[in-house]
Structures are given as structure tokens and as C-alpha cells.
């Protein structure tokens, strides 16, 4: 699938050349969502691992148009995005090994209190299985949290300032894989800003688990879908590195320009 242009749209050939040169930067990318379907239920992953999402419903409905780029417009309450369980986004193996990994976004909330923008967590109460998420608290506060569910036992950061709303945002969490929450950083248009760690001490590594990648959403302790993404996403991405700040500036820069702020 490639991109085409339609009027007030950035063009088909600038678009690709974004997304080559934000690939090249993500490089072992396990997932490269555009969101730029305008019908249907599959959403393209633009990288080699072919991880299509399927959406909670036609995208129909919640497509919509920002600036020079397409997005899906979250309604907050029944739109999410699913993956059935899949190994490339296993990041850690249960026995003090993890490996590193970092999300990329590009969004605009209407609302970030208690939001989840994409994790592989399934909370249901008696099976759970929780391995990493990319939230907003209560506070808004943007958070990477990585769960290890043999210890019950979660380390992570966060940036102690409610994400701001009704503005386009690159959101961007790495991590190092050093199993502590030091190794966790969150970067908001390209600059790091996370400022405390979001810890329950005793953490070894996330275990493989078995549950599906959401995007928009988590499976909470009654086996139902919760927290929901409220807002527009231009773009979602997962890659199997830790980007280095350079890196996630000029992915900003990348991104911004394939907006249009």
C-alpha cells in the first residue's frame, strides 16, 4: 500500500519519503501503522513483518483529515485498534533478559486522563497478562510501564506534567533494557521531559505473554477493553531499538513535517 494524495493532502511522493526516512531511523521496526484508512477494518503496517492491526469497527465513521494528513479520529469509548498475540512484540523473557524497544506516536488527545495509547496488557483478573504499555494516568501524565507477571512487579517513567491537549504532539518512550526504570525515557516533541520514576521494586524482566497488541486501549480485570485513546493518531509505531535523543528529535521533525505543524 502506498499513499495518495488527494487535495489539501501532503503529496504521495513526500509522504513516502517521510515514512522511508522515519524507517531507516526505527530500523528494526515491528510494527509501522501510517492510519491513513479512510474505510474498512484493516489497518496497514508499512513495515517488513506485515503486523496489521484490526479496527474496532469501519474506520468509516472516525477517519478524518488534519492539516496535510490523514488520522483516525478515537472516540474515546468503542475505538481501539487489536493484534492477536504476536512474539516480535516480546520484549523480555522471564529470566532477567530483556531486550530494547521504543514507541513512536504521533497524536492529538481531547483527553488524557486514565488513556492508554497502545500495550500488549491484559489485565483480566485470574489470566493476566501484562508485559508493556504507553499510558496516561488519572493525571494525564504521559507513562512507559514495563510489567513482570511472575513477580507481579512493574518498573518504568513518567513525565509528572498532564500531556497537553487539542495540539499535535510526537510522543515518543525507549527503553534500554537494563531491567531498571532508569533504562525508561519519554520524549515529547523531541525533547526528553520524563522526571520521575513509575516503579513497584522487585521487577526481574516481562515474560512472555500471551496477549493482544492494542492500540487505544487495554484489557482491564473483567476481560473487557478500557481505558480508550480519546483523539486523533496520525501514526503508531513500535521498533525493537533504543532510539538515541537525536534520534527521536528527528523523528519529531519527520513527523511534524508529514502533519503539517
Not at 484490526?54 to 494528513?69: I, L, Y
Not at 520484549?91 to 533478559?97: I, K, M, T, Y
Not at 497488541?213 to 484489557?219: A, Q, R, S, T, V
Not at 513500535?238 to 537525536?246: F, M, N, Y
Request: glycine fraction near 10%; proline fraction near 2%.
Amino acid at each position: 500500500m502506498t499513499y495518495n494524495a488527494t487535495p489539501g493532502h501532503i503529496e504521495s511522493w513526500e509522504f513516502n519519503e517521510i515514512l522511508s526516512k522515519v524507517i531507516t531511523i526505527l530500523d528494526d521496526v515491528r510494527g509501522l501503522w501510517p492510519l491513513q484508512e479512510a474505510t474498512g477494518t484493516d489497518i496497514w503496517d508499512a513495515g517488513l513483518h506485515t503486523n496489521n492491526f484490526t479496527a474496532s469497527a469501519s474506520v468509516a465513521t472516525w477517519f478524518t483529515h488534519s492539516n496535510r494528513c490523514n488520522s483516525l479520529n478515537f472516540n474515546g469509548t468503542t475505538h481501539y485498534l487489536s493484534r492477536v498475540n504476536d512474539v516480535d512484540f516480546d520484549f523480555g523473557d522471564g529470566a532477567g533478559n530483556d531486550t530494547t524497544f521504543s514507541v513512536v506516536a504521533c497524536i492529538k488527545p481531547t483527553d488524557v486522563a486514565s488513556r492508554t495509547l497502545i500495550g500488549k496488557w491484559d489485565a483480566t483478573g485470574g489470566g493476566e497478562a501484562r508485559e508493556w504499555r504507553v499510558f496516561f494516568d488519572a493525571s494525564g501524565y504521559p507513562t512507559l510501564q514495563l510489567y513482570d507477571e511472575s513477580t507481579d512487579k512493574y518498573i518504568g517513567r513518567q513525565d509528572q506534567t498532564a500531556f497537553t491537549t487539542g495540539s499535535w504532539s510526537v510522543l515518543t518512550t525507549t527503553y534500554s533494557a537494563s531491567e531498571t526504570s532508569a533504562g525508561c525515557k519519554i520524549y515529547i516533541n523531541g525533547t526528553q521531559l520524563d522526571d520521575a520514576d513509575y516503579e513497584d521494586a522487585g521487577y526481574n524482566s516481562m515474560d512472555v505473554v500471551v496477549s493482544n497488541l492494542y492500540g487505544g486501549c487495554i484489557e482491564n480485570a473483567g476481560g473487557t477493553q478500557a481505558e480508550f485513546f480519546q483523539g486523533e493518531m496520525a501514526f503508531l509505531a513500535v521498533a525493537a531499538k533504543e532510539l538515541s535523543a537525536a534520534e527521536c528529535y528527528n523523528l519529531n521533525i519527520l513527523l511534524r513535517g508529514l502533519i503539517g505543524t
